[in-house]
């Protein structure tokens, strides 16, 4: 009865994540007919930042059709310390915004540090995977 | 260190909920002193000034870093669980997601440490309060960085969780046979990549406006900014509330020993209304004049339509089921009932008249606390007590959990239902103080937020005793749990499942289990069968 994972659990088994999609599609097309509704309504601005909101959706959509997962477990590290300092280096970037040029620095300099790190991290974990 | 960078979706997903928690307490503390203020008229515990920060951070915390982060952190924790997943689709997404939101609301609220105390511009932020004459003083922009920080960990957790279910189901799991719980999980994922980018361009542009000038001048910068705002302001409070559907639903069915009733008509209901619910922003503008008044009324009343074929869904499953009131199935009720009082009140003030006189009176106060506190808590209280032994392998203390329920009842209503009245008779939201005739209806109110906070205290000491003297929870401790995640061991795994069970629906486990009991109930009638057949050779 049960079936070990990542395995395609036999012929009777259908569907899987290729299917993702058609949601995503219904949820454009309810979007796209309020949308309409709003410009025919008189508010053309409003609509078009209405209309804007399926845009990432659809881009998602159309990713997932064009580049269907393989179903392969990924190999990944148990932690990834690199994307904890981006992620403080971000904060500190941004309360520069408030504090002044020099925090905005720091927070620029460590984010690009993180992120070469992150980078370094990802290429190994490739590494690991494909040797 | 290896905690706090972990990459599993499980401890993001407890750090979301620790740190949503604090801020949970630390907003919740500030409501206290506003109700103690509030107690008795001509009280001035605290400046007007300080009053206008408490209610500020009240809002600001419970919504972008509560309540908000609260639903996407359930989600990232059990939509992969509920889908056979593995691991989430970007971890370290989800992980910077979480850092990202932390510094947000650590940023906002640093702000109380600042000379001109913290941000208290409201939680919209409106202009021209918010811009550098209205609110001078670092705190106000911190309160800017906080929010587009926390909005952007927010947005970068429910994209994993999109992509997790877009990407990573296991096999046989097709979109029809997902669970109720990570529907509700997809839709609200819909509304946060749609809506979230908006406030966070919206925060960008505050900020410019604050240092730089000249970006929402004049009403008409005024009512673009608000635009703006109300665009991911509205689905923000279906964010906050159709995960809580979702956990309210799946308990509701387990605890009915029953399918759950309408299922299709339930993911064309989410759909709708995701739809509907990016189109209403406008009539928390009416009172501006400068939006279309039908459009919105219109797409804000159409909203009854899915939630009353959710809340049919919700009352169908329960119907000809055998009800069992487990702690989980009373907070659920809890939400099924309260949350339509503030449902209801939603379509009173979906109507423009209706809607200029009660706008920014209390009546509002209680409208969005009884769809927020008295609804998405009390859903959240359903989640929690529902998957608590499966998180942590330890069952929580049943009698204190249904202590707490009526407790937090009492105090739910008692809190907010007062300030409907309030609200009728004239007095508004936001102000330090107001007429004696209205003493009596707020000292009822700050009596009930006192009860409100025996409750939440109840429910943390609950917690703490089940995770010290531990009663194990083994893999399914309702023994009726009817998905994937209630096969796999309590808490699970690093890789979530070591085997899956065939999916042929939603519910694959009540499948299994159904199957079993046919199998066993043939297994019997050819036990019959095979008795009375020997038993006529006998007499032959």
Same mark, same amino acid.
């Given at each position: 009865?049960?079936a070990k994972v990542?395995?395609?659990?036999?012929?009777?088994?259908?569907?899987?994540?290729?299917g993702?999609g058609g949601p995503l599609?219904?949820?454009a097309?309810?979007?796209?007919?309020?949308?309409t509704?709003l410009?025919?309504w008189?508010?053309q601005?409003?609509?078009?930042?209405f209309?804007?909101?399926?845009i990432?959706l659809?881009?998602?959509?159309a990713?997932?059709?064009?580049r269907?997962?393989t179903?392969n477990?990924?190999?990944?590290?148990?932690?990834?310390v690199?994307?904890?300092?981006l992620?403080? &280096?971000?904060?500190?970037?941004?309360l520069? &915004?408030?504090?002044?040029?020099?925090l905005?620095?720091?927070?620029a300099?460590?984010?690009?540090?993180?992120?070469?790190?992150?980078i370094?991290?990802?290429?190994?974990?490739?590494r690991?995977?494909g040797? | 260190?290896?905690?706090l960078a972990?990459?599993?979706h499980?401890?993001?997903?407890?750090?979301?909920?620790?740190?949503?928690?604090?801020?949970?307490?630390?907003?919740?503390l500030?409501?206290l002193?506003?109700?103690?203020?509030?107690?008795?008229?001509?009280?001035?515990?605290v !400046?007007?000034?300080?009053?206008?920060?408490?209610?500020?951070? @009240?809002?600001?915390?419970?919504?972008?870093?509560?309540?908000?982060?609260?639903?996407l952190?359930?989600?990232l924790?059990?939509?992969?669980?509920?889908?056979?997943?593995?691991?989430?689709?970007?971890?370290?997404?989800?992980?910077?997601?979480?850092?990202?939101?932390?510094?947000?609301?650590?940023?906002?609220?640093?702000?109380?440490?600042?000379?001109?105390?913290a941000g208290?511009?409201?939680?919209?932020?409106?202009?021209?309060? %918010?811009?550098?004459?209205?609110?001078?003083?670092?705190g106000?922009d911190?309160?800017?960085?906080?929010?587009a #920080?926390?909005?952007?960990?927010?947005?970068?957790?429910?994209?994993?969780?999109?992509?997790?279910i877009?990407?990573?189901?296991?096999?046989?799991?097709?979109m029809?046979?997902?669970?109720?719980?990570? /529907?509700?999980?997809?839709?609200?994922?819909?509304?946060?990549?749609?809506?979230?980018?908006?406030?966070?361009?919206?925060m960008?542009?505050?900020?410019?406006?604050?240092?730089?000038?000249?970006?929402?001048?004049?009403?008409?910068?005024?009512?673009?900014y608000?635009?703006?705002?109300?665009?991911?302001?509205?689905?923000?409070?279906y964010?906050?509330?159709?995960p809580f559907?979702?956990?309210?639903g799946?308990?509701?069915?387990?605890f %009915?020993?029953?399918?759950?009733f309408?299922?299709?008509?339930l993911?064309?209901?989410?759909?709708?209304?995701?739809?509907l619910?990016?189109a209403? /922003?406008?009539? @928390?503008?009416?009172?501006t004049?400068a939006?279309?008044?039908q459009?919105?009324?219109?797409? %804000?009343?159409?909203?009854?339509?899915p939630?009353?074929?959710?809340y049919?869904?919700?009352?169908?499953?329960m119907?000809?089921?055998?009800?069992?009131?487990?702690?989980?199935?009373?907070?659920a009720?809890?939400?099924?009932?309260?949350?339509?009082?503030?449902g209801l009140?939603?379509?009173?003030?979906?109507?423009?008249?209706?809607?200029?006189?009660?706008?920014?009176?209390?009546? *509002?106060?209680?409208?969005?606390?009884?769809? #927020?506190f008295?609804?998405s808590?009390?859903g959240?209280?359903?989640?929690l @007590?529902? /998957?608590f032994?499966?998180?942590?392998?330890?069952?929580l203390?049943e009698?204190?959990?249904?202590?707490?329920?009526?407790v937090?009842?009492?105090?739910?209503?008692?809190?907010?239902?007062?300030m409907?009245?309030l609200g009728?008779?004239?007095?508004?939201?936001?102000?330090?103080?107001?007429?004696?005739?209205?003493?009596?209806?707020?000292?009822l109110?700050?009596?009930?937020a006192?009860? *409100?906070?025996?409750g939440?205290?109840?429910?943390?000491?609950?917690?703490?005793?089940s995770l010290?003297?531990?009663?194990?929870?083994?893999?399914d401790? /309702?023994?009726?749990?009817?998905?994937?995640?209630?096969?796999?061991? !309590?808490?699970?795994?690093?890789t979530?499942?070591?085997?899956?069970?065939? *999916?042929?629906?939603?519910a694959?486990?009540?499948?299994?289990?159904?199957a079993?009991?046919a199998?066993?109930?043939?297994d019997?009638?050819? @036990?019959?069968w095979?008795?009375r057949?020997?038993?006529r050779?006998?007499?032959?």
């Open positions: 009865m049960a990542g395995s395609t659990g036999g012929g009777a088994v259908t569907g899987g994540p290729k993702g599609l219904a949820w097309c309810l979007q796209l007919a309020l949308g509704m410009a025919l008189g508010e601005v409003p609509a078009l930042l209309l804007c909101g399926a990432p659809l881009l998602l959509s990713w997932n059709r064009v269907p997962p179903g477990p990924r190999l990944l590290a148990r932690v990834s690199p994307v904890v300092v992620a403080l &280096a971000t904060a500190t970037a941004a520069g &915004a408030t504090a002044g040029l020099w905005f620095l720091i927070g300099e460590l984010g690009v540090f993180a992120l070469v790190w992150l370094r991290e990802i290429v190994a974990e490739r690991t995977v040797g | 260190m290896a905690g972990s990459l599993d499980k401890a993001t997903a407890a750090k979301v909920a620790i740190a949503a928690t604090f801020f949970f307490l630390l907003s919740g500030l409501a002193t506003m109700r103690a203020e509030l107690a008795q008229p001509g009280l001035q515990l !400046s007007t000034h300080t009053y206008d920060e408490l209610f500020t951070m @009240h809002g600001s915390g419970m919504i972008y870093l509560f309540l908000t982060p609260a639903a952190g359930l989600g924790y059990l939509v992969p669980l509920q889908i056979g997943a593995s691991q989430i689709a970007g971890p370290r997404l989800a992980l910077y997601g979480f850092w990202v939101y932390l510094c947000g609301g650590l940023a906002m609220y640093s702000g109380f440490l600042t000379n001109n105390g208290d511009a409201a939680w919209t932020g409106t202009i021209p309060l %918010s811009n550098s004459s209205g609110t001078p003083g670092v106000m911190l309160w800017v960085i906080g929010v #920080l926390a909005t952007l960990g927010s947005l970068l957790i429910a994209i994993t969780i999109l992509l997790t877009l990407r990573l189901r296991a096999p046989g799991m097709t029809l046979r997902m669970p109720v719980f990570s /529907w509700t999980m997809l839709a609200t994922t819909f509304m946060v990549v749609a809506s979230f980018p908006v406030l966070i361009v919206a960008g542009l505050l900020l410019a406006e604050r240092h730089l000038g000249g970006v929402f001048t004049g009403a008409t910068g005024s009512i673009a608000q635009h703006l705002f109300w665009f991911y302001g509205h689905p923000v409070v964010v906050m509330f159709f559907v979702g956990a309210v799946e308990s509701i069915a387990t %009915s020993r029953k399918r759950f309408g299922y299709r008509a993911v064309l209901s989410l759909l709708l209304f995701t739809s619910s990016m209403v /922003w406008g009539h @928390h503008m009416f009172i004049g939006v279309k008044n459009y919105y009324s219109l797409t %804000s009343t159409l909203l009854a339509l939630a009353g074929i959710e049919l869904d919700l009352i169908g499953t119907v000809g089921g055998s009800l069992v009131f487990r702690a989980p199935m009373l907070f009720l809890g939400f099924v009932l309260q949350f339509l009082i503030g009140t939603g379509i009173v003030v979906a109507s423009p008249p209706l809607d200029y006189h009660v706008n920014g009176s209390y009546f *509002i106060v209680a409208h969005f606390h009884y769809t #927020l008295a609804g808590l009390f959240l209280m359903a989640g @007590h529902f /998957w032994p499966k998180m942590t392998g330890a069952m203390r009698r204190l959990a249904k202590a707490s329920f009526w937090l009842v009492a105090g739910a209503n008692l809190t907010f239902f007062p409907f009245f009728y008779d004239g007095m508004p939201r936001r102000v330090a103080d107001y007429e004696p005739r209205l003493g009596d209806l707020n000292l109110s700050s009596i009930g006192g009860v *409100i906070a025996i939440v205290v109840m429910v943390l000491v609950n917690i703490v005793v010290r003297r531990r009663e194990p929870a083994g893999n401790p /309702w023994g009726e749990g009817q998905t994937l995640e209630w096969w796999t061991t !309590s808490p699970p795994p690093a979530n499942f070591t085997s899956l069970p065939e *999916i042929t629906s939603y694959p486990l009540l499948d299994l289990r159904q079993a009991a199998e066993s109930a043939s019997l009638s050819r @036990h019959i095979r008795q057949s020997e038993a050779g006998v007499e032959r």
